[in-house]
């Protein structure tokens, strides 16, 4: 059974760092295309960042230079680093990969079919 298990979030005041972190198993985890998405109550989820199994990196523009998105395939592990948090950051947020092996995944959560149960991060002003 594919699974998907994030943590690492919590309560910070705005200038603050969190380190997120989802653990993949049951499949080949170097082989997966892995993202972070984010949902603040009341909007729609959203992209953050993706890492494919080859390292590629791509942040939405609202985290560029803030956030940086890791992996750890010994580890079956990826990070999100979060720096200079603001009080727009605050959501829950998810790890997701696919069922589908592919190279890139991109932006839409409609493209992936697997995600981790959610870690809170919420930031303070």
């Known amino acids: 059974q594919v699974q998907l298990v994030d943590s690492g979030g919590g309560l910070v005041q705005a200038g603050a760092s969190l380190t997120l972190s989802c653990v993949l198993s049951g499949r080949t985890f170097s082989d997966s295309h892995m993202a972070w998405f984010r949902q603040a109550p009341g909007k729609e989820r959203r992209f953050v960042a993706g890492i494919s199994g080859s390292g590629f990196t791509y942040h939405t523009d609202r985290v560029k230079g803030r956030f940086t998105i890791s992996r750890d395939n010994a580890k079956n592990t990826v990070y999100l680093q979060m720096n200079r948090l603001e009080p727009d950051d605050t959501a829950v947020y998810y790890c997701?990969?696919?069922?589908?092996?592919?190279?890139?995944?991109?932006?839409?959560?409609?493209?992936?079919?697997?995600w981790g149960q959610g870690t809170q991060v919420t930031v303070s002003s």
């Open positions: 997701a990969t696919s069922k589908i092996y592919a190279r890139v995944l991109g932006t839409n959560a409609a493209n992936y079919d697997i």
